[in-house]
């Protein structure tokens, strides 16, 4: 994008999205929201502003740190950002990283009763219970056998609200650029992950490549080309080589397809190894947990509109979709030796193409960031 002669901006609330990641690369502008920019960033109005509105934006007048969300500055933050360039002919690219629906699930106080009809509890007991059991991930996951309905209730109906809470923040910055002379802009929606909510016994985002964790939103507005293509296949490498193919940049040695012009027959998905440190702590609150289905190796999955076929040094797999309990490999022996053929192809020229590898090195601070939104941190 730089080489095209476009600005870019990188707006971040994650630490994965980040300097400590080396994700910051490539950004004239780059931005880690955390408290000490909030006020750099924005004005005393907007301050003020969100104070005012604690309980719509945030987790209300507590000094539990994890109640509350950044995304109201990040929104205000990428507003800002737009409002500047309206109405200038420099082409810009602008990448911004919200909180979203993640763990620990508390949605700000004037949103718990969104869905009030759907709970067999009242609201505030219900975020307090999906906040109990998403604080401690590890712990959640470990006591997953003894939830009853009204734990799973409350878990899906608080989720449900932030996702909730976070399409209201989208939206107004849609309506915000709108609202600017920026007609000539593609916008992008997507998500970098879902969450388990029981589906193996599991919560949140670690572990698996389950559809309920890597097959996420994709809106696309501003780009008629790719309009009707909505039951694709699609990975978020292929809505980066569109954007820079749409915009005339290099695509050289970058996989992908371009959505305006192509289609995919199968979407690739990883998991890398080392995930026996929060097995373990997992077992610590309950040794009888059973962690069979976590494979302690890399997981390579490659998934058709209807299988899933999953590799891993540790056993394969083939499931027939949406049922992703089942095995049928027995079943349908060619459908497994065709994906698995076409899994290994894939592998092997990302293999070929392998670039020296770096190993992000986290603070203490960021480190507990991380694991406080449910990431497997090494």
């Known amino acids: 994008m730089r080489e095209q002669g476009y600005q870019t901006v990188g707006i971040s609330a994650n630490h994965y999205f980040s300097e400590a990641t080396g994700l910051d690369r490539g950004f004239d502008t780059f931005k880690q929201i955390n408290p000490k920019e909030f006020l750099k960033e924005v004005n005393p109005l907007t301050v003020l502003r969100f104070l005012y509105n604690v309980r719509s934006h945030s987790g209300g007048f507590t000094v539990e740190k994890t109640k509350h969300r950044p995304d109201f500055f990040v929104n205000e933050i990428v507003k800002k950002q737009l409002s500047s360039r309206a109405g200038s002919e420099e082409p810009f690219f602008l990448s911004a990283h919200y909180h979203g ?122 780009l008629d080309s790719v309009v009707g293509k909505a039951d694709e296949l699609v990975q978020h490498v292929d809505i980066m080589r569109t954007l820079v193919e749409y915009v005339g940049g290099d695509t050289t040695g970058l996989d992908g397809v371009d959505l305006r012009t192509g289609h995919r027959t199968a979407a690739l998905s990883q998991r890398g190894a080392g995930i026996q440190e929060p097995i373990s702590e997992i077992k610590g609150y309950n040794p009888s947990f059973n962690s069979d289905r976590l494979r302690d190796a890399a997981i390579s999955s490659l998934r058709t509109h209807d299988f899933k076929y999953q590799h891993s040094a540790k056993g394969n797999a083939l499931f027939e979709l949406p049922d992703e309990e089942s095995d049928v490999s027995t079943k349908y022996p060619g459908r497994l030796d065709e994906l698995e053929t076409d899994l290994m192809g894939r592998l092997d020229r990302i293999d070929t193409e392998k670039i020296d590898e770096e190993r992000a090195e986290f603070s203490d601070d960021v480190r507990d960031h991380l694991s406080d939104l449910g990431y497997v941190v090494e």
Request: aromatic content about 10%; proline content about 5%; cysteine-free.
């Open 101 to 222: 629906a993640h763990v620990p699930y508390y949605p700000p106080p004037a949103w718990k009763d969104r869905f009030a009809s759907d709970l067999i509890e009242s609201p505030k007991a219900a975020s307090e219970r999906a906040f109990r059991h998403t604080t401690d991930l590890h712990k959640g996951i470990a006591n997953v056998s003894e939830f009853k309905e009204r734990d799973w209730n409350a878990l899906n109906v608080m989720y449900d609200t932030l996702i909730a809470y976070s399409d209201s923040l989208v939206g107004d910055l849609f309506d915000h650029m709108q609202s600017l002379d920026l007609d000539n802009t593609v916008f992008v929606v997507t998500a970098d992950h879902g969450d388990l909510l029981g589906e193996y016994g599991l919560l949140g985002h670690k572990f698996v490549l389950h559809d309920g964790l890597v097959h996420v939103p994709a809106i696309v507005h501003g």
